[in-house]
């Protein structure tokens, strides 16, 4: 069960100036917006104590935080981190509510070789003025898609491409917790993927 400190009531007033804010965005910007303006006014039912990587990658997943999601806070992949790819957009409803945001995709860390998966998260900080408290959002717009609906195999194939082998081998598809999964018993998945990548992985000599 998450928890927060603090209280409150966001005003019909206060979303009324977010949509109007809309209009002057880039389409994307507007996206994101609107996606954190629809869940403002009910923020207390998507609030999380605590980030955690898989919370940030997973597609479609919105939530808000008193925990900073400062760039340099965000908890990364080992073979990657985020990227934030321009400047933060800033507005402000006067005496009210100052809003920062902006986009972050993924890069490769230095002396890694292994590509970075594709992601695409906004991120926004709320710093309401009157309540002198500060509250984040986070929305991923591409991540790791939803895979309940597909097979086993799709299920594994689509996790091992967008997040690498590493997070695949710690996700729990398994729900025995003795059983131990290596990566020779996913070399099922060598037909899905380029001969560079399955080379990489044992898969092929």
């Given amino acids: 069960q998450y928890k927060h400190t603090f209280n409150m009531m966001i005003s019909p007033t206060l979303i009324a100036a977010l949509k109007d804010f809309e209009k002057d965005l880039l389409p994307e910007q507007k996206r994101a917006m609107e996606a954190m303006r629809l869940l403002l006014p009910d923020w207390t039912n998507y609030f999380q104590d605590i980030c955690q990587l898989n919370d940030l990658c997973k597609q479609g997943h919105k939530f808000f935080t008193s925990s900073s999601l400062q760039t340099a806070d965000l908890p990364k992949g080992k073979t990657w981190q985020w990227n934030q790819s321009r400047s933060k957009k800033k507005l402000s409803v006067p005496n009210t509510l100052d809003i920062s945001f902006c986009k972050l995709n993924t890069r490769k860390s230095r002396g890694c070789t292994e590509r970075s998966p594709s992601y695409k998260v906004w991120i926004f900080q709320l710093q309401f003025i009157q309540e002198d408290t500060i509250l984040y959002f986070s929305w991923c717009e591409k991540g790791v898609p939803a895979i309940y609906e597909s097979t086993p195999k799709q299920q594994s194939t689509q996790f091992l491409s967008y997040c690498g082998p590493e997070q695949f ?35 092929v000599q």
């Fill in 169 to 203: 081998m710690s996700a729990h598809f398994y729900p025995d917790p003795i059983e131990q999964i290596t990566l020779n018993d996913l070399s099922f998945l060598k037909e899905f993927t380029d001969i560079c990548t399955a080379h990489q992985l044992g898969w």
